[in-house]
């Protein structure tokens, strides 16, 4: 189904405090240079109070949001050059809008296309004042809201989303409790003594949006595997693996299997893997796990054609393979690859990210919990990983080129173990 969405107002929130001259501007360490220059996007759904007064809820959001931006400052500030955020308090971009539609029915009949018109700019495309923070407040037809967010990968990564949506949330609540709180104001951390900066131009980063590079045509679809499902890989991987190794896995199997075929199993010889490893608690002194940035560092793990047929045990030991080379002793920052990957023709690389356990269904703004979290869009050769709802299973949001797909939803072996599987494109 399609919807409409009728934008009502388009307004810039400024931080309600104004950057104190100590925090005039945040430098970007070599871990967020490296980061691709696009938006993550996010949506939360929720069933709010039908007896609240929905002008009360959209003025309680635009305060607490103004508020946030007074801890999270460089929000809404603006990327001055390769190595810094200036924190000028420009502000943010808030857009409310309406749809013509009960939520229910959207949820039931969701397409990639219905969540695109509830994010606030195109996340593949950069805004024209490079803001570093969009937010959409779609109100349904039935009550209920969603909030679509565009956020600024520069600066951010998954955990930092959840900190910045659980401190919005927090300050929410806590305005409408007439109570107070208290947060941290060292949530965005100089971290460039630890990883430094480099010059910009040695980095190929990647961007999205060139208007001159033809592109593939993408499908993305959301497969869910519930906990019985993610037991039987476990059983399947014959070794001790977490939710997310025997999800991540059996997906990159199914993905190589669809490539292979595609491409006769000639041209290429190599089959990548990437994850991003949240290091936080890896390196010494350990980080604040609401520390703001991108602190991660992205492992591979490679399978060859050569190794002889897919073996689903074998890709599962070379993802746990790959995590543990960074885990055994410690991350050792003076041992960092700072080398951007570049891509070998006779290669293929999936993306990969997983947000699970990460507090997104935690996300209370004083509704309640969201009904629905939900990535806002997805790219080409990705795949992601969510929690669903109750916790114990994992929805995997995937996108790949149209062959791919095709052949790939005709894997029956891969279906054994998806519990429902939602076209979104």
């Not at 309680?60 to 001055?80: E, M």
């Not at 700072?338 to 290669?347: G, I, P, Q």
Request: net charge neutral.
């Amino acid at each position: 189904m399609d919807i409409k969405v009728d934008i009502i107002s388009k307004e810039t929130i400024k931080p309600f405090s104004p950057s104190s001259k100590s925090h005039k501007s945040h430098k970007l360490s070599l871990l967020d240079q490296k980061a691709p220059n696009c938006y993550t996007t996010f949506v939360l759904f929720y069933n709010t109070n039908s007896s609240s007064d929905l002008e009360n809820v959209i003025d309680s959001l635009k305060v607490s949001l103004s508020k946030t931006l007074s801890y999270l400052n460089p929000l809404a500030g603006r990327v001055k050059d390769g190595i810094t955020v200036e924190c000028n308090d420009q502000g943010v971009d808030l857009t409310r809008a309406n749809v013509h539609e009960d939520m229910s029915n959207v949820l039931m009949n969701l397409k990639i296309q219905v969540l695109r018109k509830l994010l606030p700019m195109n996340p593949l495309t950069r805004s024209d004042d490079n803001v570093l923070l969009a937010l959409q407040i779609n109100c349904f037809a039935c009550g209920g809201i969603a909030i679509g967010v565009c956020i600024s990968h520069l600066i951010t990564d998954g955990s930092s989303i959840a900190t910045f949506l659980k401190t919005w949330a927090s300050i929410s609540q806590s305005r409408a409790e007439n109570d107070n709180i208290t947060i941290s104001d060292k949530l965005f951390m100089d971290c460039t003594s630890i990883f430094p900066p480099k010059e910009v131009h040695s980095f190929s980063m990647f961007q999205f949006g060139k208007k001159d590079q033809l592109q593939p045509k993408m499908a993305a679809r959301r497969f869910m595997f519930n906990e019985s499902n993610i037991l039987a890989l476990d059983t399947k991987a014959e070794r001790s693996t977490s939710r997310v190794e025997a999800v991540l896995a059996f997906v990159w199997e199914a993905v190589i299997a669809a490539m292979q075929k595609r491409n006769n199993n000639n041209s290429i010889k190599n089959y990548v893997i990437r994850t991003p490893i949240d290091l936080r608690r890896r390196i010494q002194p350990p980080l604040p796990q609401q520390t703001m940035g991108n602190i991660i560092h992205m492992v591979e793990a490679n399978w060859e054609v050569s190794e002889g047929p897919l073996d689903y045990k074998l890709l599962v030991k070379k993802i746990q393979d790959s995590i543990k080379n960074v885990t055994k002793h410690g991350y050792d920052v003076k041992n960092m690859d700072d080398r951007v990957r570049t891509l070998n023709k006779e290669e293929r690389i999936l993306g990969s990210t997983s947000l699970c356990k990460f507090p997104f269904y935690d996300i209370d703004f004083g509704w309640g919990r969201p009904k629905w979290a939900s990535v806002g869009s997805i790219a080409p050769n990705l795949v992601v990983l969510m929690d669903t709802s109750d916790g114990k299973g994992i929805e995997v949001w995937l996108g790949l080129v149209e062959e791919d797909m095709a052949i790939l939803e005709k894997n029956q072996e891969f279906f054994k173990f998806v519990s429902l599987s939602r076209s979104i494109f």
